[in-house]
């Protein structure tokens, strides 16, 4: 692989994601953008060749008639493209809760030191804060998937405390057998958290712990735009940047109109290291 000269966050995250992604393994994704982008990334550049998806929308394994078609939303003829079956929000759900789905990837708001994820609320709920969308599938997704990957923006605001809003159950409030407690099928919960710096994942104890940060980052950097402070790896790895050949099938294939092209900063290489353009 040839590491990139050039790209934006966005493209950053879907790479790193899309290298974690298990050959063989079913994920159920939410609606378009980078969660679905990461999987046929993986798929399309031979990481994980068998790996397939399951949509909010209950589409499973489909074939997405790209370039054509924005894998940006779902509820789509050609999204769902030569899919092994058809079915509802019902049919993912059901697939989960029978332990068939292995993986779930998820956008957020917030998500907190137990990976809680927040999409409902920001504030003190009901009245004085902001609501928005909400989960949609994402709360299934989270409590019923064996592991879920969160993909989100690092952010001060975006790490925090405690979520104001739990729209998808994390560890809960962090103690043994939370989910369990709660009804959630046991062995399942978080298990990656990626943004465009950093890569954590759990420890032990179901604390977030940080494990890598990218090459045009430091620690301290991340650690300034995280408002909860995360555990520490005893080693923190340099994550490897994109290369060219990814972000060649990335722009050609999947992101054909460019919807990522604008979403965070550029990073260039430049005097023999990565920095942030501008």
Same mark, same amino acid.
């Given at each position: 692989?040839?590491?990139?000269?050039?790209?934006?966050?966005?493209?950053?995250?879907?790479?790193?994601?899309?290298?974690?992604?298990?050959?063989?393994?079913?994920?159920?994704?939410?609606?378009?953008?980078?969660?679905?982008?990461?999987?046929?990334?993986?798929?399309?550049?031979?990481?994980?060749?068998?790996?397939?998806?399951?949509?909010?929308?209950?589409?499973?394994? =489909?074939?997405?008639?790209?370039?054509?078609?924005?894998?940006?939303?779902?509820?789509?003829?050609?999204?769902?493209?030569?899919?092994?079956?058809?079915?509802?929000?019902?049919?993912?759900?059901?697939?989960?809760?029978?332990?068939? /789905?292995?993986?779930?990837?998820?956008?957020?708001? !917030? /998500?907190? !030191?137990?990976?809680?994820?927040?999409?409902?609320?920001?504030?003190?709920? =009901?009245?004085?804060?902001?609501?928005?969308?909400?989960?949609?599938?994402?709360?299934?997704?989270?409590?019923?998937?064996?592991?879920?990957?969160?993909?989100?923006?690092?952010?001060?605001?975006?790490?925090?405390?405690? /979520?104001?809003?739990?729209?998808?159950?994390?560890?809960?409030?962090?103690?043994?057998?939370?989910?369990?407690?709660?009804?959630?099928?046991?062995?399942?919960? =978080?298990?990656?958290?990626?943004? =465009?710096?950093?890569?954590?994942?759990?420890?032990?104890?179901?604390?977030?712990?940080?494990?890598?940060?990218?090459?045009?980052?430091?620690?301290?950097?991340?650690?300034?735009?995280?408002?909860?402070?995360?555990?520490?790896?005893?080693?923190?790895?340099?994550?490897?940047?994109?290369?060219?050949?990814?972000?060649?099938?990335?722009?050609?294939?999947?992101?054909?109109?460019?919807?990522?092209?604008?979403?965070?900063?550029?990073?260039?290489?430049?005097?023999?290291?990565? /920095?942030?353009?501008?």
């Amino acid at each position: 692989m040839t590491p990139a000269t050039s790209f934006n966050e966005r493209e950053a995250l879907v790479c790193q994601t899309a290298r974690l992604i298990d050959d063989g393994k079913l994920y159920w994704v939410a609606g378009g953008g980078g969660p679905m982008y990461a999987v046929l990334l993986a798929q399309r550049m031979g990481y994980a060749p068998n790996a397939q998806y399951l949509t909010e929308d209950g589409v499973l394994a =489909p074939q997405p008639l790209l370039p054509f078609d924005p894998i940006q939303t779902m509820v789509s003829a050609r999204a769902g493209y030569r899919a092994l079956q058809w079915g509802t929000m019902n049919t993912a759900q059901d697939y989960a809760a029978l332990g068939l /789905v292995d993986y779930g990837i998820l956008n957020t708001l !917030q /998500v907190d !030191q137990w990976g809680n994820i927040n999409s409902t609320f920001l504030g003190e709920y =009901p009245d004085a804060g902001r609501r928005f969308g909400g989960p949609g599938g994402a709360d299934s997704i989270a409590a019923m998937c064996w592991r879920t990957i969160l993909m989100t923006d690092q952010d001060r605001r975006k790490f925090v405390d405690r /979520v104001d809003f739990i729209s998808s159950p994390g560890f809960l409030d962090g103690s043994e057998g939370a989910r369990e407690r709660a009804g959630l099928p046991a062995g399942t919960g =978080p298990w990656r958290v990626v943004t =465009p710096w950093a890569m954590y994942d759990y420890d032990a104890d179901r604390r977030l712990r940080l494990i890598g940060v990218s090459a045009w980052v430091t620690v301290d950097e991340v650690l300034a735009e995280c408002e909860h402070k995360p555990q520490m790896a005893a080693e923190i790895c340099v994550l490897e940047p994109p290369s060219e050949e990814e972000l060649v099938v990335y722009r050609s294939e999947l992101d054909v109109r460019g919807q990522t092209a604008d979403a965070g900063a550029w990073i260039v290489y430049q005097d023999g290291r990565y /920095v942030r353009a501008g």
